[in-house]
Nanobody
C-alpha cells in the first residue's frame, strides 16, 4: 500500500522560509524517480489548489503564479520523491500542504487534482504577519 507522508511544516513569520519533504512512495520498480509529484495546499474554507509539480526525472517543474519566484520544487536521488522550498512566505500561504503522486512520468496536466493517484495526510504551514 502506497503511503505518502509530508514533513517540514511549521509556524514562521512573514518573510521566513520552510522546506517541505515528501516521503514514502515507491513504484513497481521500487523507486519514485519516474513518477510525477505535486504539492497542493488547502486553506480553511477554500478549495485545494495546486502549488507546484515536478516531472519524473526532475526535468520539468510547474508553478502556480502565486508562488513563482518564491517556491522551488525539487527531487534528488536520496529516495525522497519531492521537496518544496518555500521562501518569502506570506500570510496568504497559510494552509495545509499535501504531497501527491501520479502513476505517470509527465505531469500534464499538472494542476488537476484528479490526475494524482496518491496523497499524503498533509503538513500545516502557518505564516504570521
Amino acid at each position: 500500500q502506497v503511503q505518502l507522508a509530508e514533513s517540514g511544516g511549521g509556524s514562521v513569520q512573514a518573510g521566513g522560509s520552510l522546506r517541505l519533504t515528501c516521503t514514502g512512495f515507491r513504484n513497481t520498480s521500487n523507486t519514485s524517480i519516474r513518477n510525477c509529484f505535486g504539492w497542493f495546499r488547502q486553506a480553511p474554507g477554500k478549495e485545494r489548489e495546486a502549488v507546484a509539480a515536478i516531472s519524473g526525472g526532475g526535468k520539468t517543474q510547474y508553478y502556480a503564479d502565486s508562488v513563482k519566484g518564491r517556491f522551488t520544487i525539487s527531487r534528488d536521488n536520496t529516495g525522497n520523491p519531492a521537496y518544496l522550498q518555500m521562501n518569502s512566505l506570506q500570510p496568504e500561504d497559510t494552509a495545509m500542504y499535501y504531497c501527491a503522486a501520479q502513476t505517470q512520468t509527465y505531469c500534464y496536466p499538472w494542476a488537476i487534482r484528479g490526475r494524482y493517484n496518491y496523497w499524503g495526510q498533509g503538513t500545516q504551514v502557518t505564516v504570521s504577519s
